[in-house]
């Protein structure tokens, strides 16, 4: 089954306004990380996280390995944050062997006037 | 940030015919990767390369695929014959260990026709 449950799969926010998006995780995961992918298809790197929380600017991201989930809070949402944004998670045991990223199936944030 | 350059940006080809997709991964990055993305949709894992060799592949990596990065020019993906199957975008992506962030090239859109 899917490793990576990405919740909710559409979101439409106001300017101004915020919400937060989640990743629950069906393995114990050892690092996620989130990408917002833009109207062109490029993939930005938001956060990557081992443990613990990150913040930039009006993102703020929290990995909680042994509950398994990880959270992306937007707060003050501009249109410019539109786009389909993406959680990826390495699963324990690859090591040396390169980090393979499990991707959820993404959440459409459409940021309204 | 560090920029993982993917060329050509589209790829349009007959069924049957042969089609290299190229990647320049970020300049000190040991370890290297392809993703299939069809139609927007969830980002899967084709395969990771590091020190000449394919680490892991996963069932999407047919037989007609393969990766090679002749003496650190591009690292290239090759598929001989393609199918209408193969459409989609391919990302290319590279990091430093095996551990850390990934960085994704802005994706290569194949047509098969």
């Known amino acids: 089954g899917d490793q990576v449950e990405q919740s909710p799969s559409a979101l439409s926010l106001h300017e101004g306004t915020g919400s937060a998006l989640r990743c629950n995780f069906t393995?114990?995961?050892?690092?996620v990380q989130w990408f917002q992918q833009n109207s062109r298809g490029s993939l930005i790197n938001l956060f990557y996280?081992?443990?613990?929380?990150k913040e930039n600017g009006r993102l703020k991201s929290t990995f909680n390995s042994k509950e398994s989930y990880s959270t992306l809070h937007i707060r003050d949402a501009q249109l410019e944050d539109s786009g389909t944004y993406f959680c990826?998670?390495?699963?324990w045991g690859y090591g040396s062997s390169g980090n393979k990223l499990i991707f959820g199936i993404g959440t459409l944030l459409s940021v309204k006037p | 940030g560090p920029k993982v350059l993917q060329i050509p940006s589209h790829q349009i080809i007959d069924m049957g015919q042969m089609v290299t997709l190229n990647c320049d991964p970020v300049?000190?990055?040991?370890?290297f990767y392809w993703y299939k993305q069809i139609l927007g949709q969830q980002m899967e894992f084709l395969v990771n390369?590091?020190?000449?060799?394919?680490?892991?592949k996963s069932k999407l990596f047919k037989d007609q695929f393969s990766v090679e990065r002749p003496d650190g020019s591009y690292f290239t993906l090759k598929i001989q014959p393609t199918a209408l199957e193969d459409s989609a975008v391919y990302f290319c992506?590279?990091?430093?260990?095996?551990?850390?962030?990934?960085?994704f090239g802005s994706g290569t859109r194949l047509t098969v026709l």
């Open positions: 996280l081992a443990s613990g929380t």
């Open positions: 300049s000190n990055h040991l370890y």
């Open positions: 390369f590091y020190n000449g060799k394919v680490m892991e």
């Open positions: 990826a998670a390495e699963a």
């Open positions: 992506a590279s990091s430093f260990s095996g551990a850390e962030t990934l960085y």
């Open positions: 393995t114990t995961m050892r690092a």
